[in-house]
């Protein structure tokens, strides 16, 4: 019923781009789904924030991606996006999608998406 999809993660050399895409869908009559942001977990480690929206026009970056990432939101709201540049090995991971699902009532809780893999190469 909810689902959190991402793609655009591939194979990428040292200094390439990637454009990561997030789209939620499941909205109903009791709750919502909005994507909010990415999160990134290599192998063997934490997850960790990318890029987040704090609000509808503002938000906060990871200080290893800030300069070199852009999160982004459709007009539709259920469509997030971000454009990574200048890659670097250590931005290999797993990239998950983070959406809110907002019941009614206004209590909400976090849903993540299967992950999408970016491999940097040199």
């Known amino acids: 019923q909810v689902q959190v999809v991402e793609s655009g993660g591939g194979l990428v050399q040292v200094g390439g781009s990637l454009r990561l895409s997030c789209v939620t869908s499941g909205s109903g009559s009791i709750f919502s789904i909005l994507p909010m942001g990415w999160y990134r977990q290599a192998p063997g480690s934490q997850r960790e924030l990318v890029a987040r929206?704090?609000?509808?026009?503002?938000?906060d970056y990871a200080l290893s991606v800030k300069d070199r990432c852009s999160i982004s939101r459709d007009n539709d709201m259920n469509t997030i996006h971000l454009q990574m540049n200048s890659l670097q090995p250590e931005d290999t991971a797993e990239y998950y999608c983070?959406?809110?699902?907002?019941?009614?009532?206004?209590?909400?809780?976090?849903?993540w998406g299967q992950g999408t893999q970016v491999i940097v190469s040199p």
């Open positions: 929206f704090t609000s509808d026009t503002t938000a």
């Open positions: 983070n959406a809110h699902r907002i019941l009614l009532g206004g209590k909400w809780d976090d849903v």
